[in-house]
C-alpha cells in the first residue's frame, strides 16, 4: 500500500503521524506546500516542511504547534535588543534548520535534497518531497474597508503578523507558472494506491501545491484514488484562516463548500461527525462522502482516522 | 583630545575598553578590520565588528576571547544533527547579532549605519566603524611541503578551520583595491590629535585596514600623531599567528620587525619591557620608541597602557 500525501502543515503533519503508524512509512510520500516559504534575517525558512517533519519525529512543539519543543529563545532576545524583526519567532534549536537549510541551498543543492537530508537527520524513513525545488510564494491583496482589493502582502505577513485577522481580496501564487514538480513528485502521485489530501487550507495550502503546473492533472487522472480529508469541522476551520479564507472568496465555508472545490481531482471527501448533515451536499457535489471522527487529538487518533481513509 | 583607533579584533577590543577610561568615549572612533568578514549559513559574520563591541561592552566571554559570555549553543547542536559546518562556532545569543546585520544588510544599510545601531544597542558611546563598507576579504595562500605556493583559502578556512597551523606563502586582500573608506573614516583620521595602530596582527588585522584606497595614505600624513602598540610581546605574538606570519613572509618577527613594517606611517612605537632590548633596532627604523608594561590583563591595565600611549 503506497501512499502520496498533498500536505500544508499543522493539519497535514499530524495526518503523516497517524499514517506512518498505519502504513509502513516507507510507502509514504509527503508533497508539501512551499508557498509559505521566505528568507528572512538571510534564513530560508520552510514552515510546512519543518512542521511535518518535527511532528512526524515528535519533536514538534505540542502548544505553539510549530517550532521544536524544549526550545530556548536567545538568539531572538538578542534580535529584540537591536529592535530587530522578532514578529516570526525562531527558537535557538529551530535555527539550526535554517541555517542548515540556508547554507546548503547556497552550496547549490536542491530543497527537495536538503529536505530529505533533514527528514533523515531525524530519523523519518517517508519521503518528505517539497512540491516544488522552484520558488512559489503566496501573495494576498487585502481588502479594503469598502472591499476593494488594497495592499498586497506576503503569507506570513497576513498570518503571522497579521495573525489572519484581516479580510483578504484575492490570493495569487507567485511563480507557480513557471515552477516544475520536484524530482520524485510526479512518479508518486501516478503510482500511489492512494492519494490523500491532508485536512490543510484548501486555499493557501493545497492550492498552491496544485498550482504547480502538473500535479493538478497528476491529481485529478487519479480521480477515483484521491481521497480528500475536510479541513471544515463543525463549519470551521480547527485552526487558522480556512473558513474565513473560503468565505471571502466567494466560497461556501462547509464541507460541501470544500467538495464543490474539490470535485474536479478527489473522488472521496472525508468528513467529520459534527457535519453528518451536509454528507448529501458533498455527494451532490459529485464526491463520494464518509462520516468518521477526523479530530487528531493524538498520533493514534491520527492512526485510526488514516485506516478509514484507506479503507476507501 | 579626539582618538581613532585602526583596530583588528581581540587585542585592539582590549584597548579600546580601557581607552574609553582614559579618555571621554565620544571622542572615540574605531576604525575596524572587516576583511575576515563572511557569510556562512547565509549570514553576515563580522567577528572584528562583534569582538570590538561584545568587549568594549562587557559582554564578551571572558574564557573564549569571542562570542558573549553566558552563552548556549542549542542553534549548533541542531546543525551537527544534520552534518552541516560547525567549524565556526556561533552561539545562540550570538547569533541574534547576525540575524539582525543580514536583514538590514539586506534591507540596503550600509555596515556602518548597522554596526552604529549595534554598538548603540550595547550602550556603547565611542563610534565603532567598519573601515569600509564595501567587501573586501583576507585570502591566503598556503604553503606547499616544498614552500612553493598552494592552495589559497579564505580567512576563517586559514584562522579557525586550519587553526592557523600551516605555512603561509602570501597574503592578499581581495576586493581592496575598489573599496572606499566608510563614511567618517578619513575625517576621523584627518581630525583625530592621536591616532592609535592597536596591538592587532600587522598582516591580516591592520594589513586590510591599511589596504583600502585612501587609508595608508591618511595615517602617513598624520605620521607624528601615529602611536603603534607592538603585538609582538617578549619576542611572539600574545595570541594567534603574527609572529609566525611576519616570519613566513619575510618580516622580522620582533618589534624590530613590527617596527620597520610600520615605519612609513607611525611615528612612534610602544613595545614591553619584555622586548626593551630591541629598542635600539626601533629607533633605527626611523620611530621614537616607548617601552611600558604592554600586557592588557583588564580594563584598568589597558587604561593605563593607553594613558602612556596618549602621553606620546
Keep these: 500500500m503506497t ?6 502543515g499543522v493539519g497535514a503533519a499530524r495526518l503523516l503521524a497517524g499514517l506512518v503508524r498505519a502504513v509502513p512509512p516507507t510507502e509514504v510520500v509527503a508533497v508539501v506546500n512551499t508557498a509559505d516559504d521566505m528568507v528572512l534575517h538571510g534564513l530560508a525558512i520552510s514552515p510546512d516542511l519543518d512542521t511535518v517533519v518535527y511532528t512526524v519525529a515528535g519533536a514538534i512543539d505540542p502548544e505553539r504547534g510549530w517550532g521544536l519543543r524544549d526550545e530556548s529563545w536567545q538568539a531572538m532576545a538578542t534580535l529584540e535588543r537591536y529592535g530587530g524583526a522578532t514578529w516570526f519567532g525562531l527558537g535557538d534549536r529551530d535555527l539550526g534548520t535554517h541555517l542548515y537549510r540556508t547554507q546548503r541551498i547556497a552550496e547549490g543543492a536542491p530543497l527537495s535534497t536538503v ?3 533533514i527528514a533523515r537527520a531525524w530519523g523519518l524513513q517517508l519521503a518528505v518531497l517539497p512540491v516544488t525545488d522552484d520558488p512559489v510564494r503566496t501573495r494576498l491583496t487585502l481588502a479594503d474597508a469598502d472591499g476593494s482589493p488594497g495592499e498586497e502582502v506576503a503569507f506570513q505577513d497576513y498570518f503571522v503578523a497579521r495573525r489572519h485577522e484581516v479580510p483578504v481580496a484575492s490570493v495569487r501564487f507567485a511563480g507557480a507558472e513557471t515552477a516544475s514538480p520536484a524530482p520524485g513528485v510526479l512518479a508518486a502521485l501516478a503510482t500511489a494506491d492512494t492519494v490523500i489530501v491532508a485536512p490543510s487550507n484548501p486555499i493557501v495550502s493545497i492550492g498552491p501545491v496544485l498550482a504547480v503546473p502538473g500535479i ?3 491529481v485529478a487522472a487519479r480521480r477515483d484514488s484521491v481521497v ?5 469541522v463543525g463549519g470551521r476551520a480547527l485552526k487558522g484562516p480556512a473558513d474565513r479564507l473560503l468565505r471571502e472568496l466567494g466560497h461556501d465555508d462547509s464541507v460541501a463548500g470544500v467538495a464543490r472545490l474539490y470535485a474536479p481531482f478527489a473522488g472521496t471527501l472525508v468528513i467529520d461527525h ?4 451536509h454528507a448529501d451536499a458533498v455527494r451532490a457535489a459529485g464526491l463520494r462522502c464518509v462520516v468518521t471522527d477526523t479530530i487528531m487529538r493524538d498520533p493514534d487518533a491520527a492512526s485510526a482516522l488514516c485506516k478509514v481513509v484507506l479503507g476507501q
Tied chains: 1, 2.
Design 115 to 117: 529536505s530529505g537530508e
Design 228 to 232: 480528500a480529508v475536510s479541513p471544515i
Design 274 to 277: 459534527a457535519d453528518a448533515e
Design 216 to 218: 493538478r492533472e497528476a
Design 3 to 8: 501512499v502520496s500525501v498533498l500536505c500544508g
